[in-house]
């Protein structure tokens, strides 16, 4: 969410973690800021994910069908929406409140 609402201060945050405390290598990082994943339903989650934020939550019967497939079922994917909301939440605050980025500096590409 942090690269697709272009919050600097969270995407830099999420990239530390994923990297020092998930230990994702930068291939999987940079993946997941372009929606996708190495790991099959990690995918269909993050495209799914991204569909919502993208449409504003109006997606068609099949991405929610695709998702639906890889294995996820109605509570998860209730889930990944309550994930997107509070990201796009913080990601908001962060931008208007302008927070200092206080881990390294990751850009958004959009």
Same mark, same amino acid.
């Given at each position: 969410?942090?690269?697709?609402? /272009?919050?600097?201060?969270?995407? !830099? +945050?999420?990239?530390?973690?994923?990297?020092?405390? *998930?230990?994702?290598? #930068? $291939? =999987?990082?940079?993946?997941?800021?372009?929606?996708?994943?190495?790991?099959?339903?990690?995918?269909?989650?993050?495209?799914?994910?991204?569909?919502?934020? /993208?449409?504003?939550?109006?997606? !068609? +019967?099949?991405?929610?069908?695709?998702?639906?497939? *890889?294995?996820?079922? #109605? $509570? =998860?994917?209730?889930?990944?929406?309550?994930?997107?909301?509070?990201?796009?939440?913080?990601?908001?605050?962060?931008?208007?409140?302008?927070?200092?980025?206080?881990?390294?500096?990751?850009? !958004?590409?959009?």
């Amino acid at each position: 969410m942090a690269e697709i609402n /272009r919050c600097d201060y969270c995407l !830099s +945050a999420h990239t530390y973690l994923g990297k020092n405390v *998930a230990k994702l290598a #930068d $291939a =999987e990082l940079d993946a997941n800021r372009a929606g996708e994943s190495s790991d099959p339903k990690a995918a269909a989650a993050l495209r799914f994910a991204t569909r919502v934020a /993208r449409e504003r939550g109006h997606i !068609s +019967a099949a991405d929610l069908a695709a998702v639906k497939a *890889a294995g996820y079922d #109605d $509570a =998860e994917i209730i889930e990944i929406v309550e994930h997107i909301a509070l990201n796009t939440l913080t990601n908001y605050i962060n931008s208007v409140a302008a927070t200092d980025i206080d881990f390294p500096v990751v850009k !958004s590409r959009g």
